[in-house]
């Protein structure tokens, strides 16, 4: 026990907490926590540059192993703490019994914890590799790109890129701008460059004069984080709209609600229908649970004809073959002169292997009547639509066992549909989880879609910090594209979002209802929908090229000797 350096595991602790405050935890962010997400980094990055000093006398095995636990046991810590709706998920719907679900949370929180360990362990290597009785510049320099490369591996590895730090400021109408060229990454490199400059103020040392170089950093750092902050102030432009949709939330139960035997099917078409034509019914001016004005009294003659009906992914039993659902669509689109969107469950007939290939799909139905395509999800979530690894998971039974894996869909084209004015434009359709990843739903966009439209089922979080992430997320989606979203759930939060990420409609959680969505169609392309993840990939590449010249420098102490005298 004497050789557990405890402030180490105390600085693990407090960046994960300080790292969870900026995202929602219950309810929706309240802006002023975002401030949290500019110094948040600094108690473990703190930790991991002052080991290697305090700890002088130990072997540089020694000082990198604890820099690699130190992180992890920081990134555990957080990812329990932000994704603690995976227990609930795990124990109310996937059948796991409590310390099982637990297990569940654990194993997941530790998987991912592991990246933070990686970052903290080559920001070790290199700070060993560059260090002259103190720290080098470089290493500081080095901190924002080692971050925006260990989320982009989080995107791009374990595939699971959930509330990285740019999301803290989607509500920062400054900061945000960033997106359309860098994505959401941008923003954290931002975020993370500050915190280093706070590093800078506890780790450089003070020098003479009455104005030494950390306290400048720690003065600098301070500045940018009031100034960054005052983003979060100011209102984003309004953009016009000319069109509207009819988003329905039909508040399923995603426990029960999979089958409606004779006289439910035709209850539920009514109530669709129902739901579909309500194009004045009131709403939220915002954000639910934000105090958001409600909007009652609607001017009908001013809500323009509907370009499109929605339905989310919800445990409905539309299956697309099947004869009943195909009539009961059609004569939806055909009675309210609307094209239609609708989640369903794709298939494919499968002659080689004798089986049909099994889908979460959206239908694209013309106010025609006409099934004219189907846009099948191709990034699927791990232990919700497939089994990654099934064999070695066979302590969650009863997952493995009731769950066949769903395909995977092969194209991100968008689906040209008659609008309410005549002119055809074209709709992006992404499901669910595939909103937190933005180089793949910027695709839609730069396949030429004009608005994009986020169905999503997120019933399985219930009332935890889930849904709000996942708005936001959504949210970032809109900004990097500019292009209005238009997000329809089972049971929250269904929204309209402008190309600046503000939510300007939406409807309370958890009742059936719908939104008379108004939005606009957008056919510019931004600088990041057309190329993507630049700025994270150059930062892996910097990564690699950093960490293996340290390792060089390790390797060979009179190379580091001389390089460290350089620095």
Not at 187 to 196: D, P, Q, W, Y
Not at 549 to 567: D, Q
């Amino acid at each position: 026990m004497r050789g557990i350096p405890w402030r180490l595991l105390a600085a693990a602790a407090l960046t994960a907490l300080l790292l969870d405050l900026p995202f929602p935890i219950a309810g929706p962010l309240p802006a002023w926590r975002a401030v949290f997400a500019w110094f948040a980094l600094v108690p473990l990055v703190v930790a991991v540059l002052r080991l290697p000093v305090t700890q002088a006398g130990r072997s540089i095995r020694w000082q990198l192993g604890w820099s690699l636990l130190t992180g992890w046991l920081s990134g555990a810590l957080w990812f329990g703490a932000n994704c603690y709706w995976v227990y609930g998920t795990m124990h109310l719907y996937a059948g796991l019994n409590a310390p099982l679900a637990v297990l569940a949370l654990v194993l997941f929180s530790l998987y991912l914890g592991f990246w933070f360990g990686a970052f903290a362990l080559v920001l070790a290597i290199i700070h060993r590799a560059t260090r002259s009785n103190g720290v080098t510049w470089l290493t500081l320099v080095a901190i924002p790109f080692l971050w925006t490369a260990m989320e982009f591996a989080l995107a791009r590895i374990p595939e699971f890129p959930w509330d990285l730090l740019g999301y803290s400021q989607v509500d920062n109408a400054w900061l945000s701008q960033l997106a359309p060229w860098t994505g959401v990454y941008g923003i954290s490199f931002v975020l993370a460059a500050v915190n280093a400059l706070l590093v800078a103020g506890f780790v450089l040392s003070r020098g003479a004069g009455s104005f030494p170089a950390n306290r400048r950093c720690t003065v600098l750092g301070v500045a940018l984080i009031i100034l960054g902050m005052a983003g979060t102030l100011v209102h984003p432009q309004h953009p016009a709209t000319s069109q509207v949709a009819m988003l329905v939330q039909p508040n399923l139960d995603v426990a029960t609600d999979d089958a409606w035997a004779g006289p439910d099917w035709d209850r539920h078409m009514a109530e669709f229908q129902r739901l579909a034509s309500e194009t004045c019914e009131g709403y939220l001016a915002g954000m639910p649970q934000t105090g958001a004005p409600v909007v009652a009294n609607i001017d009908c003659t001013a809500v323009p004809p509907t370009s499109l009906i929605a339905w989310p992914e919800s445990p409905a039993p539309f299956r697309e073959m099947d004869p009943r659902f195909q009539t009961g669509m059609a004569a939806l689109a055909r009675t309210n002169h609307s094209p239609m969107i609708v989640g369903t469950v794709g298939m494919d007939d499968d002659p080689a292997n004798r089986k049909y290939l099994v889908y979460n799909s959206a239908s694209v139905i013309t106010q025609e009547g006409q099934f004219i395509g189907r846009y099948d999800k191709i990034h699927l979530v791990p232990f919700g639509e497939y089994i990654p690894l099934r064999s070695a998971f066979f302590f969650l039974h009863k997952i493995v066992q009731d769950m066949p894996d769903m395909s995977t869909g092969r194209s991100r084209e968008s689906f040209p549909l008659k609008s309410a004015d005549g002119n055809t434009h074209r709709y992006g359709i992404f499901i669910c989880y595939e909103s937190v990843f933005g180089d793949e739903v910027r695709q839609f966009a730069r396949n030429g879609a004009e608005v994009l439209v986020n169905i999503s089922d997120d019933g399985w979080y219930g009332d935890t910090s889930a849904p709000w992430q996942h708005l936001n997320m959504a949210r970032m989606r809109a900004i990097e594209n500019r292009r209005w979203l238009l997000r329809d759930t089972n049971n929250g939060v269904t929204s309209s979002i402008d190309p600046y990420g503000t939510v300007r409609q939406s409807i309370p959680r958890h009742q059936v209802d719908s939104l008379a969505a108004f939005f606009a169609y957008n056919s510019a392309l931004t600088f990041y929908t057309l190329h993507g993840d630049l700025l994270p990939g150059l930062c892996a590449i910097l990564t690699l090229v950093l960490l293996a010249w340290s390792g060089r420098m390790l390797l060979y102490p009179k190379a580091a000797e001389s390089s460290s005298k350089a620095a």
